[in-house]
């Protein structure tokens, strides 16, 4: 729950940020529903498809044809697993598992971006940054939990296309390169978006 | 016009930003069972043919320390039943105390109960009165009881340290103690059984 005020309160401040830098023309704020397919060693953690996760950015033009900003995006992970038994050597447990990975990438972004005469802008670029990655394993009545930051690398593409003259519809894919660290693999993921991108 | 857009678009945002977090989770008491199982990797099974299996299921734990407590029979005869009806599909034979058996099996149950407390300090705020004393509004509280039944092997053919027997295999089922009678013994008997399958060094045939 605190986590989520501080996501809140970060998207007030953006939308005052936006506000007032609406002035300039050349800023744009996007929001934006995000799902999400584990990759890799998350695929192999939880190979469920995640249709919870949302995502903000703030991103404004430094030359015609470049895109600056960041993001910040929350994408929850979540599956049970059938029951089932882990053995280690001489030992052997069984259970239902109940596996959770929330994740917190966020990134500084440069973009590249071209505008066609239909209103459709296509938008390909990087971001860089770390994750806050929270996983869990429930295993009856006790919990295995890993918090760490991972480095990122965010690949994107994306398009909007113009309702009107300061509203668009969003469309983007990312891939969430997470690099591995000493706490945990590298929870990889690609991210399907849809929101709309507002700017004037 | 655009802050109403924006506002809306900020309510959606945050309904979404809720609804993340924790999804699912177990959803029966029977879904949070589990059962451990370890053996020794000094005992030569090959070797273990007979058992001995005590009637009783102790209860540790119990303030009682001069007269032992059992589990009643009732129970008990769930859980030691259960497990012979293992212990001879498995190929193992069933002797008497005085016949010299190669392991002897024993159970015990171990129960613990949780409290678990509410306070609500945020309670009231907002009415000018600031925070309330934590406990000025009563407080709301749940409990729940886990329990966690252990099955001792113990090898009599090994020698004995200090007097000690050495243990060549041990269970362990943990889950909560809820439910009726039936349920619970339905689970006791599913997780005993889980307990022999996760381990094949057991088996004799």
């Known amino acids: ?200 | 016009m655009k802050s109403k857009f924006f506002l809306a678009a900020g309510i959606i945002y945050s309904l979404l930003l809720f609804s993340a977090c924790r999804p699912g989770g177990a959803e029966y008491v029977s879904d949070l069972d589990i059962v451990g199982t370890a053996y020794s990797k000094v005992t030569d099974f090959s070797n273990r043919k007979t058992y001995t299996l005590s009637p009783n299921v102790l209860k540790v734990g119990s303030d009682n320390v001069i007269k032992p407590e059992y589990l009643d029979p009732a129970s008990a005869s769930v859980i030691t039943n259960q497990i012979d009806a293992n212990m001879k599909a498995n190929g193992w034979v069933k002797v008497d105390t005085m016949s010299n058996p190669d392991v002897s099996i024993i159970n015990s149950v171990m129960t613990s109960t949780t409290v678990y407390y509410y306070s609500n300090y945020w309670y009231g705020y907002g009415y000018g009165y600031g925070w309330y004393y934590p406990g000025y509004y009563p407080p709301t509280y749940s409990t729940t009881t886990t329990g966690s039944l252990l099955t001792q092997m113990l090898d009599l053919k090994d020698s004995a340290v200090d007097g000690r027997r050495p243990m060549a295999w041990v269970s362990v089922v943990n889950g909560l103690v809820e439910g009726s009678t039936s349920t619970f013994a339905n689970r006791a008997r599913r997780a005993i059984d889980q307990a022999f399958k996760q381990s094949p060094i057991l088996k004799k045939n």
Request: aromatic share 18%; charged share 20%.
């Open chain 1, 1 to 200: 729950m605190k986590k989520a005020i501080y996501i809140i309160c970060l998207f007030a401040l953006t939308l005052n940020t936006k506000d007032t830098k609406a002035q300039l023309n050349d800023s744009y704020f996007n929001f934006y529903y995000s799902m999400g397919l584990g990759t890799g060693e998350l695929n192999d953690f939880i190979s469920k498809y995640s249709w919870r996760g949302v995502g903000m950015e703030y991103k404004t033009e430094v030359t015609d044809n470049i895109l600056a900003g960041f993001g910040v995006d929350w994408n929850v992970f979540y599956e049970d697993m059938p029951y089932g038994t882990f053995t280690k050597d001489n030992v052997s447990v069984s259970g239902k598992q109940f596996r959770y990975l929330n994740t917190y990438p966020m990134t500084a972004k440069l973009h590249y971006y071209r505008d066609s005469d239909n209103g459709v802008r296509f938008i390909a670029g990087t971001g860089i940054g770390t994750s806050y990655m929270d996983r869990e394993v429930d295993l009856g009545q006790y919990r295995i939990s890993n918090e760490t930051w991972q480095f990122l690398i965010v690949p994107e593409i994306a398009a909007t296309y113009d309702i009107d003259a300061s509203r668009s519809l969003l469309l983007s894919l990312k891939y969430n390169y997470n690099f591995k660290n000493n706490d945990l693999p590298s929870m990889s993921y690609l991210s399907f978006n849809i929101g709309f991108a507002f700017n004037q």
